[in-house]
């Protein structure tokens, strides 16, 4: 008889979690946030934040841009072949490109990249008391080394996202012209001709609240990591794992905002 | 109990009554102890008696469930992360178990961090600082270039105490400032550790458990014993406390009244 109770009380219990570690991920946010705004302002940290995520992050973003928009435009024309609509594969290439592989890709490289390092550096400043270290030297932690981060994140993922998107609609159009003989000057004249501003600006939205969302979750999974160096590792699982769930989460919302009828 | 140097201006800081527990571990169950003008006071007591917390407690790096913490004469206790809580951390300085230093920093940045993201100095004039505190505690200025990972334990401690009187501090707290360090390093380091609060001016709070440390450092020592002070007096009448608790811990002798908890794994 008491196997349903336990059974509700379980569900019930991992419900309550999931309300309380939710309560306590957005007033994070929130801390994180207000400190973007609010003075003394580190200039220095913010602009190595800035080089860590967008120079750094450049190569990756990249080759993955670039082999993507070439198996993008490879599988679109094998498949439309086979209803004669070869044509089409320009204009797949660009706004797939754009649209959904060029945010989704670039937030999932930078989650792995700069999530797991994040929540690694603020894990082992925590555990090994340098973040306490921090407040005793009238040093606010959130402002030090979340804020930095938040803002580096959603700033600098747009250029990276329009980096992939390039690079990838350059890497469909090789893979077009120069593999399934397309004509240059019609593939480049499709490729503009159904492109939207909307198409690169919703990608470009998104770039920026998957920025943001891997350095909150590199930085919330960091500054409260426990354990010694277990703990560091789980936060850094953790971090590149939710921050990969909310990406895909968040690219389904966003694109709901924008292109639902 | 605790009493404080007589001074006219009361005790740096007053602890009454502060409890803290973590869940149902009840950790501080009333502490009480004072520490007065340019006094130095050693808390000492096993692992796990509460050492840290009450020191974390007065640095708001925890908050006490119960109790007053006074510091210079203004209540602490409760006081959360603002602009309040940093002006009266502007008042201390710490020297971390590990020394606790940035590692994204070069050895002169660590020192000078107070300095230069607390008061807003700038570099060059915080430089000149740092190598001046970094020369009281003997460290070379060839050493300001390097990074924390590149020193030894050692090294690093007194990087640590650099940093620690960088912003000449009222009160300057040591946590196990001896911890994994040979016996020559140690007195070096308390030997340090009395010239620079000297030198400074200023009070000190320590906890140890090392009784060479403690006898080397402190004008006064405390006992902490399951959440309390249980006996606190100058350091030259330890021997005599006449506390059986205290002379079990002081001569570390297996047998006594404080029993160690051994857990089966």
């Known amino acids: 008889m008491n196997h349903p109770i336990e059974f509700v009380a379980l569900i019930g219990r991992a419900f309550l979690g999931f309300l309380a570690t939710a309560g306590r991920l957005v007033l994070f946010a929130l801390e994180g946030t207000t400190h973007i705004f609010r003075p003394p302002f580190y200039f220095r940290l913010i602009r190595r934040q800035m080089v860590d995520i967008g120079y750094y992050s450049m190569p990756v973003v990249g080759m993955t841009g670039l082999f993507a928009g070439m198996v993008l435009a490879l599988q679109s024309y094998t498949g439309f072949a086979r209803f004669s609509a070869e044509g089409a594969v320009a204009t797949v290439v660009v706004l797939s490109m754009t649209r959904e592989l060029g945010p989704v890709l670039a937030g999932l490289m930078v989650a792995g990249r700069i999530g797991a390092s994040m929540a690694a550096e603020i894990g082992t400043m925590r555990v090994t008391e340098q973040i306490d270290a921090l407040t005793t030297l009238s040093t606010n932690p959130f402002k030090y080394l979340i804020a930095p981060r938040l803002l580096a994140g959603f700033t600098m993922l747009p250029f990276l996202v329009l980096t992939a998107d390039i690079i990838g609609i350059f890497g469909g159009y090789v893979v077009s012209v120069y593999k399934l003989d397309f004509n240059a000057a019609n593939y480049l004249k499709r490729s503009w001709e159904f492109l939207e501003f909307l198409d690169v600006f919703s990608g470009l939205v998104k770039a920026s609240v998957f920025g943001f969302l891997v350095a909150l979750m590199g930085c919330y999974h960091g500054f409260n990591s426990k354990r010694g160096a277990q703990g560091v590792g789980a936060a850094t699982t953790n971090a590149v794992v939710s921050a990969s769930i909310l990406i895909l989460i968040f690219n389904y919302i966003i694109t709901e905002l924008f292109f639902s009828k | ?265």
């Open chain 2, 1 to 265: 109990m605790a009493d404080a140097k007589k001074t006219n201006k009361g005790p740096k800081i007053q602890l009454r009554d502060v409890h803290k527990a973590f869940g149902a571990k009840q950790v501080l169950r009333g502490v009480n102890l004072d520490v007065g003008e340019a006094e130095s006071v050693v808390i000492i007591g096993g692992s796990g008696t509460g050492k840290s917390v009450t020191l974390k407690c007065i640095l708001g790096l925890l908050q006490a469930d119960k109790g007053s913490i006074k510091v210079a004469g203004e209540e602490v206790a409760g006081l959360e992360s603002g602009p309040d809580r940093d002006r009266l951390n502007a008042k201390f300085g710490m020297l971390f178990q590990h020394a606790a230093l940035f590692d994204s920093l070069r050895v002169w940045e660590n020192v000078a961090f107070s300095l230069t993201a607390g008061h807003g100095m700038g570099r060059d004039q915080a430089r000149e600082i740092a190598m001046k505190k970094m020369a009281l505690v003997g460290l070379s200025s060839k050493v300001g270039d390097l990074y924390p990972a590149e020193l030894s334990s050692g090294m690093q401690k007194r990087v640590g105490l650099a940093r620690a009187i960088a912003p000449d501090p009222e009160i300057i707290f040591f946590d196990e400032p001896t911890t994994g360090l040979d016996p020559i390093m140690s007195d070096v380091i308390n030997e340090l550790i009395v010239t620079c609060v000297k030198e400074v001016g200023c009070s000190a709070l320590s906890i140890t458990h090392d009784m060479v440390s403690a006898r080397r450092i402190g004008d006064r020592i405390a006992m902490l014993y399951q959440g309390k002070i249980i006996w606190a007096g100058p350091v030259n009448q330890i021997d005599r406390s006449g506390n059986e608790y205290v002379d079990q811990f002081i001569n570390g002798r297996a047998e006594g009244p404080i029993e160690m908890l051994v857990r089966a794994l």
